[in-house]
């Protein structure tokens, strides 16, 4: 069955879960990306760490600018103090983490903010951008589903739900996506993508898989990105 054959609601569970489905194997490739396997076991080269935390900096501050663009979307109360809230918490905890671990490095927020984006980083934060500008509020939930959502099952699939060893040096990371409270941002925005869908046409669901598709792509690519240290051509 083609995506857009396939019926807005159906017997197969909600759309967010029905999403997933679609892009399993892409999905579960993610846990077995070099860069995630050796994040988790400690041995990843702190260079290539620093080069991911430098771009996910950048990234972060892109992804919070998305929160905003969906609150304007939104006519409802509750979800738009909700979208400022995970605008605030992404910059506050996610880049908070970023710092420290750039403080650790011997960057100054100088040189974090100083770093150019790497090509698979422009071409995701610019997808976001233009769905974030042009798209419809489901679109926009549905293309930063993958962001929350995949960092959630990383987090506890690296830690298997116990705290990181003692002196493990990515422990602050692991933390931050293997808490309970990450997870909920994946599940709210689950939540309203499922309420607003209720009204989607065929054509409009058919939609929300690419964007979806899309944008678990570009999180498998950014692994790959960091792995291998992307430059654009000189
Ligand atoms: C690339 C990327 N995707 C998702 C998250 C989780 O917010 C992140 N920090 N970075």
């Known amino acids: 069955m083609s995506a857009a054959e396939r019926p807005a609601t159906s017997a197969g569970g909600?759309?967010?879960?029905?999403?997933?489905?679609?892009?399993?194997?892409l999905w579960q490739r993610q846990l077995q990306h070099p860069f995630v396997v050796a994040l988790g076991d400690g041995s990843l080269p702190r260079a290539n760490f620093e080069f991911y935390i430098r771009q996910d900096a950048l990234f972060l501050d892109v992804l919070a600018k998305c929160f905003a663009y969906a609150a304007?979307?939104?006519?409802?109360?509750?979800?738009?103090?909700?979208?400022?809230?995970?605008?605030?918490?992404?910059?506050?905890?996610?880049?908070d983490l970023h710092r420290r671990y750039g403080e650790r490095f011997g960057l100054t927020p100088e040189q974090m903010a100083a770093t150019p984006?790497?090509?698979?980083?422009?071409?995701?934060?610019?997808?976001?951008?233009?769905i974030a500008t042009t798209g419809s509020l489901p679109e926009i939930i549905t293309s930063m589903l993958p962001c929350a959502w995949i960092y959630a099952e990383v987090g506890t699939h690296l830690t298997g739900n116990r705290p990181p060893a003692p002196g493990h040096p990515y422990a602050d990371w692991l933390r931050t996506y293997a808490d309970p409270e990450f997870d909920a941002v994946g599940r709210w925005l689950r939540e309203r993508l499922d309420l607003h869908a209720e009204r989607l046409s065929a054509a409009a669901i058919a939609r929300l898989y690419e964007i979806f598709r899309i944008s678990t792509c570009y999180e498998w690519l950014f692994w790959e990105m960091a792995w291998r240290q992307e430059q654009w051509l000189a």
């Open 14 to 25: 909600s759309l967010s879960a029905r999403l997933r489905e679609s892009v399993l194997p």
């Open 72 to 95: 304007t979307r939104s006519e409802d109360h509750a979800e738009i103090e909700q979208f400022g809230r995970l605008l605030l918490n992404t910059l506050v905890v996610e880049q």
């Open 117 to 130: 984006m790497a090509p698979t980083n422009y071409a995701y934060t610019r997808h976001l951008l233009t």
